[in-house]
C-alpha cells in the first residue's frame, strides 16, 4: 500500500476516537487541513492508507461514507457499515466477472488472474 508513519497513524487514531458517529464525521479533506502543519505534504491518498492500516491491522472499527471518517455510536451504524462493505465487494465481484467475459470476447481468450 504505502510506507506507514507511526506518529500520523497514532493522531488518526485519537482523532478518530473524538468522531463518534455519523453526526461527527470528518472528510479526508478537513483531516488532511487539520495535519498539513505537523505533516507537510499529506494529502488523502495518505490518509486512506492510515486509515487502511488502522482497520486491517489494528482492528479498529472505522466508519466511512460521504459524510467521511468516524467511529459508530452505536451498533446500528456498525452494521450499517458492514453491510455497505459487503455491498461494494457485491458489485466488485460482478464487474470482475463481466470484465474476464469482455476481455474474451475482446481478445478471444480468457484473461489470466493477474
Known amino acids: 500500500m504505502g510506507e506507514i508513519n507511526t506518529t500520523l ?10 468522531h463518534k458517529g455519523k ?3 470528518i472528510t479526508s479533506k478537513e ?7 505537523a505533516f507537510p505534504g499529506i494529502n488523502g491518498a495518505t490518509i486512506r492508507v492510515h486509515v487502511h492500516h488502522l482497520r486491517t491491522v489494528e482492528k479498529i472499527f472505522i466508519c466511512a461514507d460521504s459524510s467521511g471518517y468516524y467511529t459508530p455510536a452505536n451498533e446500528i ?14 458489485e466488485l465481484r460482478e464487474v470482475d466477472i463481466a470484465q474476464k467475459e469482455a476481455y474474451q470476447k475482446t ?7 493477474f
Not at 451504524?77 to 457485491?90: D, G
Not at 481478445?107 to 488472474?113: C, L, M, P
Request: no cysteine; aromatic share 4%; hydrophobic share 40%.
Open 9 to 18: 497513524l497514532e493522531k488518526l487514531k485519537v482523532g478518530l476516537a473524538n
Open 23 to 25: 453526526q461527527n464525521a
Open 31 to 37: 483531516i488532511v487541513e487539520k495535519l498539513k502543519p
Open 107 to 113: 481478445f478471444g481468450q480468457y484473461a489470466i488472474d
Open 77 to 90: 451504524e456498525a452494521k450499517h457499515q458492514l453491510a455497505s462493505i459487503r455491498s461494494r465487494i457485491k
